[in-house]
């Protein structure tokens, strides 16, 4: 699996401390809306041609490792 350390920043002043790709404005919370609306990676890749197609694959890592984490402690 990808490791998402790598692609995902939090900076407390930065769209309210969420979780951001690169240090860029767009949130995980964003990519994840964008797919789950039916986008494809291709699709959001060509509306914001400062991503990568890994950090939409680290949106998705980082995602189900805050999943696992809940099912961990819950």
Known sequence: MLDYREFITIEPGKRS???CIRGL?????????YLASGMSIEEILDDF????REDVMAS???AADAEKKIHISG
């Open 49 to 52: 041609p400062e991503l990568t």
């Open 17 to 19: 401390g969420k979780p």
């Open 60 to 62: 998705l890592a980082y």
């Open 25 to 33: 404005r767009i949130t995980v919370y964003d990519i994840l809306e």
